[in-house]
């Protein structure tokens, strides 16, 4: 049980942790709705709260924090979007065509 204040990392979409908190029939006690990551570890190395981020973020954490795997894992997709491929840099266009060619059986 969360007693803790839960910052949550408010990407403008849906949020995997809170869905994952409603199949379970709980709320967090949300105090904080915050934009960057990186402030979040900073609140968190303050003592301000506890969250959920995605794993590739604490890889290299610069911060002073305790962190842990969680279960079940939260799935998040990742999106490739673009209008007019035709227009890229050709760098871009050479990282979209890598994209597809690797996570085309995902």
């Known amino acids: 049980m969360l007693k803790d204040p839960y910052i949550l990392l408010d990407e403008?979409?849906?949020?995997?942790?809170?869905?994952?908190?409603?199949?379970?029939?709980?709320?967090?006690?949300?105090q904080y709705r915050v934009y960057d990551p990186y402030a979040i570890m900073s609140m968190i190395e303050q003592g301000?709260?506890?969250?959920?981020?995605?794993?590739?973020?604490?890889?290299?954490?610069?911060?002073?924090?305790?962190?842990?795997?969680?279960?079940?894992?939260i799935i998040r997709t990742i999106t490739l979007v673009y209008k007019d491929k035709r227009v890229l840099p050709i760098a871009s266009r050479y990282f979209i065509d890598f994209i597809i060619e690797r996570y085309r059986e995902i």
């Open 48 to 73: 301000l709260g506890i969250s959920i981020l995605p794993k590739l973020l604490l890889h290299k954490c610069p911060y002073n924090i305790v962190t842990k795997s969680i279960s079940p894992s």
């Open 12 to 30: 403008g979409v849906i949020h995997e942790p809170l869905m994952i908190f409603k199949q379970y029939d709980f709320e967090p006690d949300t």
